[in-house]
């Protein structure tokens, strides 16, 4: 059993930055992957970034690619993502996931670009 909390969202303007964390606990955290996803209200959920478990490699999606950075804390069980120059169509509810067995999603945290 494996469980997420995210945190971190927020209201910010056009251009702001905001940290989300992950914190996870349950199980042996630096040996699975980690990814981002976001739900804007009336669409589907779809993958932001993820980070491996070993090495460290990422992958983002295009909407995000060179604002967006996917990063992990292992020694605190934490994954984080950073977002800069935040756009209004970044305005959703982010959630974290742990690919792990049948798969684990926190609850979820608001984040809101609007000015």
């Known amino acids: 059993q494996v469980q997420l909390v995210e945190s971190g969202g927020g209201l910010v303007q056009p251009g702001e930055s905001l940290r989300l964390s992950c914190a996870a606990s349950?199980?042996?955290?630096?040996?699975?992957?980690m990814r981002w996803y976001r739900q804007a209200l009336g669409k589907e959920r779809g993958l932001v970034a993820a980070?491996?478990?070993?090495?460290?490699?990422?992958n983002y999606a295009d909407s995000v690619n060179g604002r967006f950075t996917i990063s992990r804390d292992n020694a605190k069980n934490t994954v984080y993502l950073q977002m800069n120059n935040l756009k209004p169509e970044d305005t959703a509810v982010y959630y974290c996931?742990?690919?792990?067995?049948?798969?684990?999603w926190g609850q979820g945290t608001q984040v809101t670009v609007s000015s």
């Open positions: 980070i491996a478990s070993v090495g460290g490699s990422t």
């Open positions: 996931f742990a690919p792990r067995g049948s798969g684990y």
């Open positions: 349950g199980a042996t955290f630096s040996r699975y992957a």
